[in-house]
C-alpha cells in the first residue's frame, strides 16, 4: 500500500489554543485544527494569531493539519 500524496495549502492562524495548536482558516472559509510541524517546534518558530501558514493536509482526514510554515 502506498501513502497518498498531502494537500498543502495557505492558511490564516485565527486562535492559539493549548499545547501547540491551532485554529486555522482555509482559502474556502473552513476552519480545522492544526499542530506544529517538529522542525518548526525544534527550532522554536514562533505563532501567533494573524500569522499567514502553510497546511499540510492528510487526504483521509479533511479536519486536522499539520503547519509546515511561517510565511
Same mark, same amino acid.
Given at each position: 500500500m502506498t501513502k497518498e500524496e498531502k494537500?498543502?495549502?495557505e492558511a490564516e492562524v485565527t486562535e492559539a489554543l493549548p499545547? %501547540? !495548536?491551532f485554529r486555522v482558516k482555509l482559502p474556502?472559509?473552513?476552519q480545522i485544527l %492544526?499542530? =506544529?510541524s517538529g522542525k !518548526?517546534?525544534?527550532f522554536f518558530i514562533r505563532i =501567533?494569531?494573524?500569522d499567514r501558514v502553510t497546511v499540510e493536509l492528510s487526504p483521509y482526514d479533511m479536519t486536522k493539519g499539520r503547519i509546515i510554515v511561517r510565511h
Open positions: 494537500i498543502t495549502l499545547d %501547540a !495548536m474556502n472559509n473552513q %492544526a499542530y =506544529v !518548526m517546534r525544534k =501567533v494569531p494573524g
